[in-house]
C-alpha cells in the first residue's frame, strides 16, 4: 500500500523546476479551464435554451479561449468572436448552396466543396483577422454545415452555433477575470 508521503513524492508543484518527478499537481489555468467547463454545463442544463443550442460547441469554446492571462483571455477571445461570427456566416451560405445544388452530407462533391471551403475560410481569418481565431472559426463553420436537420431553419442553426460560441467565450472570459492568475512575484513564493 503507497503511503501518503509517497504519493506526495508522485506530485511536484506545478512549475516547479524538478524535472525528476513524472507528475506535477494541477496549476490554476487547468482548475480555472475545468470551473469554466462545469459553469458551461449547468447553463445548458439549467437555463431554458432552444433545442437547437449544442453544448458540446459551448465547451470547446471555453477550454480554448482560456488564456494564461486576462489580457491574453480579453486580446484572443475578441478575435474568436470575430471569426466565429465568419465561421457562423460561412456555414449558413454553405448550408443554403448545398440545400439549392441538391447536395447530401456524405456525397463526396460535398466533401470536396467543404475542404475548399476551410482552406478560403482559414485563408481570410489569418489574412485580416489573427490566426488565433481561425480554429474555432472553422469549427463553427463544420458545426453549420455538417449540423443540418430538418428541425431547424439554416438561419436557426448558424445564429444557434453562433451564440453557443459566444456563451463558452465569455463564460471563460468570466471565469479568467474573476479567479485571476497570480503574479510574478506570488508564483516565486
Known sequence: MIGIRKLKELFRPSGS???RKPLRLPGLRIIKTSLAVFIVLLIYS???LPKTFKVVTALVA???SL???IRESFSVSFTRVQST???AVFGLVLILIKEGVGLEDSSRVYALFLSLAVVLFIWINVSFLKETGAGLGAIVFLAIALGMTEEVTPLQLASARFVDTLIGIVTALLVNQLLPF???EEGKE
Do not use: D, R
Open 46 to 48: 439549467l437555463a431554458p
Open 182 to 184: 497570480p503574479t510574478e
Open 17 to 19: 523546476g524538478n524535472k
Open 67 to 69: 488564456k494564461s492571462t
Open 85 to 87: 461570427f465568419i465561421g
Open 62 to 64: 471555453a477550454i480554448i
